[in-house]
């Protein structure tokens, strides 16, 4: 497996001529040639994408079935923002294929037509699955350091709809990380601890994420839905978290002035300005002191989470204990902590800790019944294993994880039950991992008699 792995990026080594000449611009060239890219491509590329799938390279592509042990590096996290490009996700099973380039910009170096890329670049349609009317951005990653990085890199914006990335003559397709609302679905896994101590965290928002964190794992969650890839911080016992996370989750619209090092946060009419390694913040103009400052770690610029969530009218929790679990091995204890931060939502409708239970217990019943007919259709009956239980026995637990009521099945103690206190929906804890899986459904019982 490791010699396929390692395969996929010694291609960088036989590159075609044809496509080192397609290549072979300096920065310099590339700052005289090309132009700013627009403000509709600006908002569709900047974020975190990840590797969805590997397409192959100029001479082939990727055989699905073949290369599927290669799956390592997918999932893995494309960051993409105005002062940072970074692939250092991809390590350590593509170190070949790492860049890091901050103060970067990003030049459109070609604006053609499906056919007219893969002429002049020299790969074939069938493999990054372009048609002959698409239109093309090729936008070149470039530094404003004079240390350029030597290694091949291009963004393909397809239709302003997908975007490819072209790496030491391999193409990867990218997907965006989502977050929604009410969305609790998470799963965590330990296959194994590495050898510098993470964990991999899976996210399962819409598409499955991998994540690293180190020490305990630490969840964030915005208005109900679990945000991938949270990159949270702790500094002095302060929680800090990407500035981004107030653009693309919280929908307040951010500015970076770099040259004063200053951060405006603005959301209606609430304007909140910060500064790097300052104490001093402002909320429309009225001076406060902040125990945690923003700072800027490699590259990327993180702000203290409660400061700006309740300077937003936001509501900040921090469980330090959702969820843990004991390493029977190494007779440790690793715990799952969530910083929820909640918008009030006035329009909706609000249900209460009682009308939650009674829908649970609706629920539980209804799980119940299709729990009898499983067992008959399997010819079983209750017995000391596989006990009988009373369905309505739920009980509150007096716990709320965000917008989430915390119930419990007494005959079930080890699986919570979370009941969405605006949509009704609910979720639940499952059994076979090791860490935490919530899904949204009741805890499912027969699988658990299976």
Not at 153 to 177: Q, S
Not at 371 to 382: A, C, D, G, V
Not at 403 to 417: G, K, M, Q, S, W
Request: hydrophobic share 35%.
């Amino acid at each position: 497996m490791k010699k396929r792995i390692i395969s996929l990026c010694m291609s960088i080594v036989i590159t075609l001529f044809m496509v080192d000449v397609v290549f072979a611009s300096t920065s310099t060239d590339l700052k005289n040639e090309s132009s700013q890219i627009n403000s509709k491509t600006e908002q569709f590329l900047y974020g975190d994408w990840k590797a969805k799938s590997i397409l192959g390279s100029q001479m082939n592509a990727k055989d699905p079935i073949e290369y599927h042990e290669g799956d390592k590096i997918l999932g893995k996290v494309v960051e993409i923002a105005p002062n940072l490009f970074s692939t250092s996700d991809f390590a350590p099973e593509y170190e070949n294929c790492v860049v890091n380039i901050s103060n970067v910009q990003y030049k459109v170096k070609d604006s053609l037509t499906g056919n007219e890329f893969t002429s002049k670049y020299k790969v074939s349609e069938e493999i990054i699955k372009i048609k002959d009317d698409d239109q093309i951005e090729v936008i070149q990653v470039v530094s404003e350091d004079k240390n350029d990085t030597n290694i091949q890199l291009m963004l393909i914006v397809v239709n302003t709809e997908r975007l490819l990335i072209y790496l030491n003559n391999e193409y990867f397709e990218l997907g965006k990380n989502f977050w929604s609302e009410n969305d609790m679905n998470v799963a965590i896994y330990d296959p194994y601890v590495s050898d510098d101590g993470f964990y991999h965290v899976e996210y399962l928002n819409n598409e499955a994420e991998l994540v690293s964190e180190e020490d305990s794992i630490r969840l964030l969650m915005i208005n109900g839905g679990f945000v991938p890839y949270p990159d949270m911080k702790v500094i002095n016992n302060r929680m800090l978290v990407p500035l981004k996370v107030f653009s693309e989750q919280m929908g307040a619209k951010v500015d970076w002035d770099e040259e004063n090092q200053t951060i405006n946060i603005t959301e209606e009419k609430t304007k909140i300005r910060l500064t790097i390694n300052n104490h001093k913040a402002s909320i429309n103009n009225n001076i406060k002191t902040i125990e945690a400052t923003p700072v800027i770690l490699d590259g990327k610029i993180y702000v203290p989470v409660r400061f700006v969530a309740e300077a937003l009218s936001a509501d900040v929790e921090y469980i330090s204990e959702f969820s843990k679990y004991e390493d029977r091995k190494k007779k440790t204890v690793n715990h799952v902590s969530v910083v929820a931060i909640e918008k009030p939502n006035k329009k909706d409708k609000v249900y209460s800790i009682e009308e939650g239970l009674m829908k649970v217990k609706e629920t539980s019943v209804e799980e119940y019944n299709d729990l009898l007919i499983f067992l008959k259709e399997s010819n079983r009956t209750f017995d000391d294993i596989c006990k009988d239980y009373a369905a309505q026995d739920i009980v509150y637990t007096n716990q709320i994880v965000g917008r989430y009521y915390v119930y419990r099945l007494e005959a079930f103690p080890d699986f919570n039950i979370y009941f969405n206190k605006y949509t009704g929906e609910i979720y639940s804890e499952c059994s076979g991992l090791p860490f935490l899986s919530i899904s949204k459904e009741f805890i499912n019982i027969s699988w658990i008699y299976q």
